[in-house]
């Protein structure tokens, strides 16, 4: 029995849908943290994310009770703006930056462990480790405010940083963001 070869047109058309294959998988965005953050918004809707040691801790949604997950900022009488964020999902803890400069948009906030300068505190709950980390300890960060509205009722913005415990464990924050109304 005599076969001739395959029409160079099929071989071709084997060729390029193996060499597309990489076009039709289905990629999971459960292995990448980065998918799992809210997005970078700027209306106030109680939204917090970032990767703490490359996974994902976030919080979307008003708090439902006291420490329930969520995201919210306080201005002060004297200038001080808090933003709170306790997440449950993914990485657990709280989050508390202090903001004493002058505020407004487009402003960035370098982090120090001075007391009465802006500051950070992380608290993680993550596994079976506690954690608790705070501005007094080695920081190296910053916040920046995208949109600073107070007749808005609206603070947004982003945020990373570094701490390092007074148990010399470090912590490392980024592509952190936030989106919480001010609460007076």
């Not at 487009?106 to 506690?130: D, M, R």
């Amino acid at each position: 029995m005599n076969r001739s070869p395959a029409p160079a047109s099929f071989l071709f058309t084997c060729l390029m849908l193996l060499s597309s294959c990489e076009l039709f998988w289905k990629h999971d965005s459960d292995d990448d943290p980065l998918s799992k953050l809210p997005p970078p918004t700027q209306v106030g809707n109680w939204s917090f994310g970032c990767l703490v040691d490359g996974q994902a801790g976030y919080t979307v949604g008003q708090p439902r009770g006291q420490n329930a997950t969520g995201c919210w900022a306080e201005p002060s009488d004297g200038g001080t703006l808090t933003i709170q964020a306790f997440f449950a999902t993914g990485v657990g803890g709280n989050m508390v930056f202090w903001l004493f400069d002058s505020l407004g948009t487009g402003l960035t906030y370098p982090l120090h462990n001075q007391p009465a300068q802006n500051q950070v505190l992380f608290y993680s709950t993550t596994g079976l480790n506690e954690n608790y980390f705070q501005s007094t300890d080695p920081v190296s960060g910053y916040v920046t405010l995208s949109r600073y509205d107070p007749a808005a009722k609206v603070v947004s913005g982003t945020f990373a940083f570094t701490l390092v415990n007074a148990e010399s464990d470090t912590v490392r924050v980024t592509e952190g963001r936030f989106d919480a109304p001010l609460l007076w």
